[in-house]
């Protein structure tokens, strides 16, 4: 069965940087598109990028030049480096699977892992 | 980017209740619509994609229509572990966008 794992969040200082992993198993890692979406404290759904089964990627406004996504099919671990942390990057973030279908659908997420910053 | 708006926001029903819920997005996207279920302190449920496939395992109860920029979820006899938000996402262009959200509450 398809299982999305992420680890890295926790509490950083505005300005701060962390590396979130996800590991993934019970699918071929490399087929798959992959992305990371946020949820901010009761807030609603926010996309932030994805990665194709090897080095395209694309990003959201909010983040592009600060969030760098990776993967690393060898491992079957897709991560997130984001640097230059600002108060409203707070959230929890989601791994996801995409669709082979549908690269910007998303069938599977993970647990999410928690960043929050703050001074 | 596409603009994604859900109504209600929120709405409370009866067990047994036929529920709907609207998405209309700012331009046509054809049929990639998809409906998302979560639940508080979980992640997120694929229930609908292509506006009107039911996900595998998902219950019979839900379903999708509509193309274009108008679509709805509806839930027929509403259960109460259909208490949760729903949220629909265009996956026509990037970035996929999400709808604000509509939370379903049981009375």
């Known amino acids: 069965q398809v299982q999305l794992v992420e680890s890295g969040g926790g509490l950083v200082k505005p300005g701060g940087s962390l590396r979130l992993s996800c590991a993934a198993s019970?699918?071929?890692?490399?087929?798959?598109?992959m992305s990371w979406i946020r949820q901010a404290p009761g807030k609603g759904l926010e996309w932030v990028s994805y990665?194709?089964?090897?080095?395209?990627?694309n990003y959201a406004d909010s983040v592009k030049g600060r969030f760098t996504i990776s993967r690393d099919n060898a491992k079957n671990s897709l991560y997130l480096q984001i640097d230059s942390l600002r108060t409203e990057d707070t959230a929890v973030y989601y791994c996801?699977?995409?669709?082979?279908?549908?690269?910007?659908?998303?069938?599977?997420w993970g647990q999410g892992t928690l960043v929050t910053v703050s001074s | 980017d596409i603009q994604m708006t859900q109504s209600p926001s929120s709405l409370s029903a009866s067990v047994r209740d036929r529920v709907t819920i609207t998405c209309r997005a700012s331009q046509s996207i054809s049929s990639n619509l998809n409906w998302y279920q979560q639940k508080p302190g979980k992640a997120p449920n694929l229930l609908i994609y292509a506006a009107s496939s039911l996900q595998s395992g998902v219950p019979s109860r839900f379903s999708g229509s509509g193309s274009g920029t108008d679509f709805t979820l509806t839930i027929s006899n509403l259960q109460p572990e259909d208490s949760a938000t729903y949220y629909c996402?265009?996956?026509?262009?990037?970035?996929?966008?999400f709808g604000q959200g509509t939370k379903v509450e049981i009375k």
């Open positions: 990665i194709s089964g090897h080095t395209y990627t």
């Open positions: 996402q265009q996956s026509y262009s990037t970035p996929p966008t």
């Open positions: 019970g699918f071929t890692f490399s087929d798959h598109y």
């Open positions: 996801a699977r995409n669709t082979v279908a549908d690269i910007l659908l998303v069938d599977y």
